[in-house]
């Protein structure tokens, strides 16, 4: 099971926690730390791992791009 949907709102993209209504947004981040959607993407990732006790879990093409880089 994915740890949270995705959508577009105005101005950047709102990650939504699957088990509840937390989410975080783009809008949230500065890309001068790094691209927007990784940053939101991990920290629902973290909230999915501390509140819900949810593994991260990585598709085989994102291993596949880390390995590339």
């Known amino acids: ?3 949270y949907r995705i959508e577009r709102i105005k101005g950047g993209m709102k990650f939504t926690c699957a ?3 937390h ?3 783009t809008l949230d981040f500065d890309a001068r730390t790094g691209n927007l959607r990784t ?3 991990t920290a ?3 909230h999915a791992a501390k509140m819900h006790h949810e593994p991260l879990v990585v598709s085989p093409s994102d291993g596949q ?3 590339w880089r």
Do not use: P
């Open 39 to 41: 940053q939101a993407a």
């Open 23 to 25: 989410s975080v947004s």
């Open 1 to 3: 099971m994915k740890a």
């Open 65 to 67: 791009q880390r390995s």
């Open 19 to 21: 088990r509840c209504a």
């Open 44 to 46: 629902i990732n973290d």
